[in-house]
């Protein structure tokens, strides 16, 4: 297996594709680039962290860049303190729900944002060429600890809130951490809002309790406990606690999709403006929008945060976020996160006074189906275009692989950024008209799946 590289790092198996010589190499890449500027440095659980990250802030120091280490922290907090030190650079060492083998290099610009197309070629081909420069021993950088990313980021994502409104509701709330880096500061918040919680796969040990990918498949531990708890709402984060998926006070999984589409309802209710959503999310937010009326639109982006951050630079959006169970709160960082979801959910059932069941109800129903197929990288090119002629008369968009528009629903295809994936993506009001659209399309593709 290759390494997986996109704009905002790689990913591989750890001790085949990526190991501490390769992890140390890209740490130099960018070390170099910076010119010897000051880097964050993060990390999930995983229990190859601590190998990558010695190795990662080992090559840092020789390029003289003073280096702040962080430990275990959620993706958003590492990307906040970035931005709160004023930071040249950030690195996080995570591969997000990849399973427990795989781990990765994610890198982030001053901004706390995955960086540009342009410059992340640029960290690649100091890498190729081997092009580091290292300083003379002596004028190494410096590193030194900072312990207090967890509760800076509950402090910022607090300072959005109406914490009292919440507060006074007592809400018994279910925590699924999945042993990643989340746990701490899902916690705090929680408490900071006075839940009562009960905290399940908490330890940030890395030894995920289930498939990390907060599926419904992967969910039942949560399901449970919700309903054996008589909990108000279950949360279950990803090992970075960049997203959320929720579970309501039946302990029913609702769909990762409502994350998102609960945290517009709440912003195009008191904050009204523009949302910037990719191509795969539901329609839901479209409805939510129509209903708000002006300022209130969705702009549509290609699959990704960095492409959706862009798109809310762009156009002024005030929200954005995906239909993984990421949403992105710019007043917090403009980086998927966990937290705003919880606590955007949290606050929507406290100002209605309705359980999360009813408010759920109340959003436009459609079914999604996504399916995932092995396919070699270099085929996924190959399978776009046998979609692309074979549906040639259909609307389509080609901003992120092939999305098709029937009047009964869309089907979205495109490669994984991260994996060697071809994904599928099909949503329609009715469920049976959702897998004949995408039966439809995998057909296609079929003999090129490996």
Not at 131 to 149: I, K, M
Not at 358 to 386: G, T
Request: hydrophobic share 40%; glycine share 8%; aromatic share 4%.
């Amino acid at each position: 297996m290759s390494l997986m590289i996109s704009a905002s790092g790689i990913r591989g198996i750890v001790g085949e594709s990526l190991t501490a010589e390769v992890t140390g190499e890209y740490a130099a890449a960018l070390g170099t680039y910076i010119a010897g500027g000051l880097v964050v440095v993060g990390r999930d659980s995983r229990p190859s962290g601590p190998m990558l990250q010695e190795a990662v802030t080992h090559s840092l120091l020789r390029c003289g860049c003073p280096v702040i280490d962080l430990g275990v922290a959620s993706t958003p907090a590492i990307a906040l303190r970035v931005r709160q030190y004023g930071a040249a650079a950030g690195i996080i060492l995570t591969a997000s729900h990849n399973p427990a083998q795989w781990n990765g290099i994610k890198f982030l610009t001053h901004e706390g944002l995955a960086p540009p197309a342009v410059q992340a070629r640029q960290i690649w081909q100091i890498r190729e060429q081997r092009a580091f420069r290292y300083l003379p021993a002596g004028q190494e950088g410096n590193c030194r600890t900072d312990n207090t990313a967890a509760t800076w980021h509950v402090e910022t994502v607090l300072a959005t809130l109406t914490p009292a409104r919440m507060a006074a509701r007592r809400y018994r709330v279910v925590l699924d951490s999945v042993n990643g880096a989340g746990g701490q500061e899902g916690r705090l918040l929680l408490e900071a809002l006075d839940c009562q919680v009960t905290h399940i796969n908490a330890e940030p040990t890395g030894q995920f309790a289930h498939p990390p990918e907060p599926l419904r498949e992967h969910l039942q531990q949560l399901c449970a406990t919700v309903r054996e708890q008589q909990a108000d709402i279950g949360f279950a984060q990803d090992p970075d606690a960049d997203r959320v998926a929720i579970v309501d006070e039946h302990g029913e999984y609702i769909g990762e999709e409502f994350t998102l589409a609960l945290a517009a309802k709440l912003w195009f209710s008191n904050r009204p403006g523009a949302l910037a959503a990719n191509l795969s999310t539901s329609r839901m937010v479209d409805d939510l929008a129509a209903a708000a009326g002006p300022p209130c639109r969705v702009v549509r982006t290609a699959v990704g945060e960095a492409n959706v951050v862009s798109a809310m630079q762009q156009h002024h959006c005030l929200y954005g976020g995906e239909g993984n169970g990421g949403v992105i709160d710019p007043r917090v960082v403009p980086v998927r996160n966990s937290l705003v979801g919880m606590s955007s959910a949290l606050e929507l059932m406290a100002g209605s006074h309705q359980p999360l069941s009813a408010l759920v109800a109340e959003i436009p129903r459609y079914h999604m189906i996504k399916q995932k197929f092995p396919c070699d990288p270099r085929r996924i090119q190959l399978a776009l275009q046998c979609v692309r002629d074979q549906f040639a008369d259909e609307p389509m968009n080609d901003l992120d692989g092939l999305r098709i528009d029937w009047p009964e629903g869309w089907v979205h295809v495109r490669g994984s950024n991260t994996e060697p994936l071809l994904r599928l993506i099909a949503e329609s009001r009715d469920a049976a008209a959702a897998q004949r659209l995408l039966d439809r399309v995998r057909q296609v593709i079929q003999p090129l799946l490996q």
